[in-house]
Nanobody
Framework: QVQLVESGGGLVQTGGSLRLSCAAS????????MGWFRQPPGKQREMVAS???????NYADSVKGRFTISRDNAKNTVYLQMNSLTPEDTAVYYC?????????WGQGTQVTVSS
């Protein structure tokens, strides 16, 4: 069974910070590279960060140096610390496995950055 539950979004001013959390079912979390994705209004979904089970990370150029992905394997949770937010970061944020092999998305969490 696949479970992905995102939380932590909200409304923040430009330059502010948010920390997103995603609780995943253990059967998929423990063996998979996990990613954070986002879908801005009217645009396609894109991956912004990923982290392997061993903790190696990768970032999209648009968020490099501002966002930090981490995971707690004991809690089956992946986090996204977002700093120096801009209106261009406004989107619904989702977590999932990097490979997207389960054909399932959670409800996402809305992040809105005001100018």
């Amino acid at each position: 069974q696949v479970q992905l539950v995102e939380s932590g979004g909200g409304l923040v001013q430009t330059g502010g910070s948010l920390r997103l959390s995603c609780a995943a079912s253990r059967n998929i979390f423990i063996i998979n590279t996990m990613g954070w994705f986002r879908q801005p209004p009217g645009k396609q979904r894109e991956m912004v960060a990923s982290i392997t089970p061993g903790g190696s990370t990768n970032y999209a150029d648009s968020v490099k140096g501002r966002f930090t992905i981490s995971r707690d394997n004991a809690k089956n949770t992946v986090y996204l610390q977002m700093n120096s937010l801009t209106p261009e970061d406004t989107a619904v944020y989702y977590c999932n496995t990097k490979r997207l092999q389960y054909g399932y998305w959670g409800q996402g969490t809305q992040v809105t950055v005001s100018s």
